[in-house]
């Protein structure tokens, strides 16, 4: 069911893109367009005991399902919720003798939705599952192989007494799923851990530079304006992170979502020449800027192998590296020295080793600040976590000032009732605090702030994740 206001949007038929949808009325960065609970959705395979299946929240215990022993829950409540979505499920699992892969259990649950409700539009939904795109004609060899092992799995795992789809249907859920299928994140908005259908958030075209962003929060999916909308405007959201050339971005939609972007940013190649910047004076030669991309894009191969082996030291030590051979060559703002420097700082924070860490945390946030939407979601976080290594490092003002900027990017991606925001909201408060004493006497704020961290243990910081900036949608690896 879909919560909130409809009466916002109206689906209309986009120049090249097909449908979309468009303001009914005027907006404002922060305000929420609409809310959207999930169609149907589920946990990723490699999360079914950490995460509740209702809610979609990370726990520390979890109450299992007493008849097919899989699906977890954070209380009777959520266990309750669940039922109708669960009954069907608990017993083809059963029956089956194993848990299938989440896109077979998206699919399914989709289509016990379908068989208690019909095809039609769902209360508040302007779009029905049977409208929303498959794409099943633009897969790849690949693609085809991996459908055809889904919908054999599928039938094996499908009950004979629930209502029998034909093949052709059965292959569009999993064309919608691995078009439409949008990224559930936990509570504090930090992991992804689920995959979902929500039929209107399907209407929203792609821009590079979007008006919009989508956040999940407290179970629902909400629309968030980044700035001013007028009324009768197409409603965008970005399917793929910003950060990348525009040729490349092309490449990276065409591939996952099967469309030609043509968004003013990638036409006009919008902030290419930052991406791929250079030093001014001296400037390096094409060769050496060439030989300078491919040295990095061998280093980021070589580090995504040790940090999928824990191997972190040698992650710094090859991050160091590649920092010093660039630093001649590359401009700050430069894709190739950025994704170096997001990786390095995170690692060392990690590691505990936050002076070092604060340094190249403060080079990322200065050249993100020149690429990206002020009010883009991935920044703010990036922000945050860069204000809390220079916190952690004793640069109390500029870890404030961080914070700060972080809040603020925020509350209009996130809302003030996100955890993450609220979060986010008592270290602001905390930081001004000491701030505040800092500038009173500095000598006092360092000598209580040892005391304090020695009768308490540091923070650890979360062990560093090898997975690249989620994408909008979900796409089966």
């Known amino acids: 069911m879909t919560i909130g206001r409809m009466e916002n949007v109206e689906v209309f038929a986009a120049e090249g893109k097909g449908r979309g949808l468009k303001a009914t009325k005027e907006f404002w960065a922060a305000d929420v367009i609409f809310a959207e609970r999930a169609y149907s959705a589920v946990v990723f395979d490699s999360l079914v005991n950490f995460v509740c299946h209702t809610c979609f929240k990370r726990q ?4 299992r399902c007493g008849q097919c022993k899989f699906a977890h829950y954070c209380d009777r409540t959520c266990q309750k919720d669940a039922w109708l979505n669960h009954k069907n499920e608990c017993s083809a699992i059963k029956r089956y003798g194993k848990v299938p892969n989440e896109n077979i259990r998206l699919a399914a649950r989709i289509m016990w939705r379908v068989e208690r409700e019909g095809t039609g539009l769902t209360e508040g939904c302007l779009v029905s599952v049977d409208d929303l795109q498959n794409h099943v004609e633009h897969f790849g060899e690949e693609e085809q192989k991996e459908l055809r092992v889904d919908m054999d799995t599928f039938l094996q795992y499908w009950p004979p007494q629930s209502q029998q789809f034909s093949m052709q249907y059965i292959s569009h859920i999993f064309g919608v799923i691995n078009c439409n299928g949008f990224t559930l994140s936990d509570q504090r908005g930090l992991q992804a851990v689920g995959v979902g259908i929500f039929p209107n958030l399907g209407l929203v ?4 530079w979007p008006n919009c962003t989508v956040i999940f929060n407290n179970g629902k999916i909400e629309l968030r304006a980044l700035g001013k909308i007028s009324e009768g405007e197409e409603l965008t959201v970005s399917y793929i992170d910003f950060l990348n050339v525009s040729e490349e971005r092309k490449r990276q939609l065409k591939k996952q979502y099967y469309f030609d972007c043509t968004c003013e940013h990638c036409q006009k190649k919008l902030k290419d020449n930052l991406f791929l910047g250079v030093k001014d004076n001296p400037k390096p030669s094409q060769e050496v800027v060439k030989e300078m991309i491919q040295f990095s894009k ?3 191969e070589k580090i995504d192998k040790a ?15 590649c920092l010093q051979k660039q630093e001649p060559v590359f401009a700050d703002t430069n894709i190739y020295m950025l994704r170096i420097l997001s990786i390095v700082s995170e690692v060392l924070s ?26 883009n979601a991935q920044l ?14 004793g640069n109390i003002e500029v870890g404030h000032g961080m914070i700060c900027k972080a809040y603020a990017i925020l509350l209009v991606t996130h809302g003030p009732s996100h955890p993450i925001t609220k979060d986010l909201e008592a270290m602001r408060v905390q930081t001004e605090m000491e701030l505040r004493m800092f500038r009173q006497n500095e000598f006092m704020y360092y000598k209580m702030r040892e005391a304090a961290l020695n009768n308490q243990p540091m923070q650890v910081m979360a062990e560093p994740s090898n997975e690249p900036a989620s994408a909008l949608f979900h796409k089966k690896q």
């Open 298 to 300: 061998d280093t980021l």
């Open 380 to 393: 703010g976080m990036a922000v945050m976590r860069a204000g809390l290594t220079n916190w952690h490092a």
């Open 60 to 63: 520390e215990k979890l109450h």
């Open 307 to 321: 940090r999928s082996e824990g191997l972190y030291h040698e992650v710094v030590k090859l991050c160091r590296e």
């Open 205 to 208: 075209n792609h821009d590079c």
């Open 350 to 375: 990690y590691l505990q080793a936050f002076e070092e860490a604060s340094d190249y945390a403060r080079r990322m946030v200065d050249g993100y600040m020149k690429l990206y939407h002020p009010n």
